[in-house]
Nanobody, 125 residues
Framework: VQLQASGGGLVQAGGSLRLSCAAS????????MGWYRQAPEKRRELVAS???????AHADSVKGRFTISRDNAKNTVYLQMNALKPDDTGVYFC????????????????????WGKGTQVTVSS
């Protein structure tokens, strides 16, 4: 599975960005996709995930502001980020999982099987 993320950039606080992640390769094996982020000198954290049946989960810090979605026809997952804050600054990574059992009780806080290159999101105050 290969993942190509795009859409990062520099935005002022309160602004919006939409990240996209296109999957290719053995996409039939994917059971869930997600977005993670890592701020400078901080640990990587799960931002949002979505399973093949559409079950979503969002970190408490982004609930009500970020929305994960997917377009199965395009094998693409999106992260719509609104009301951005400086604390949202970091490198955002797209990821994909292939574990069927894990998708039944989704908990992807420890990571997924495949990772794309990160895209930088910088929110200025």
């Amino acid at each position: 599975v290969q993942l190509q993320a795009s859409g990062g950039g520099l935005v002022q606080a309160g602004g919006s960005l939409r990240l996209s992640c296109a999957a290719s390769g053995s996409i039939f094996s994917i059971t869930a996709m997600g977005w993670y982020r890592q701020a400078p000198e901080k640990r990587r954290e799960l931002v949002a995930s979505i399973t093949n049946d559409g079950t979503t989960a969002h970190a408490d810090s982004v609930k009500g502001r970020f929305t994960i979605s997917r377009d199965n026809a395009k094998n693409t997952v999106y992260l719509q980020m609104n009301a951005l804050k400086p604390d949202d600054t970091g490198v955002y990574f797209c990821a994909a999982d292939t574990n069927t059992m894990r998708s039944k009780e989704p908990n992807y806080s420890t990571g997924m099987d495949y990772w794309g290159k990160g895209t930088q999101v910088t929110v200025s105050s």
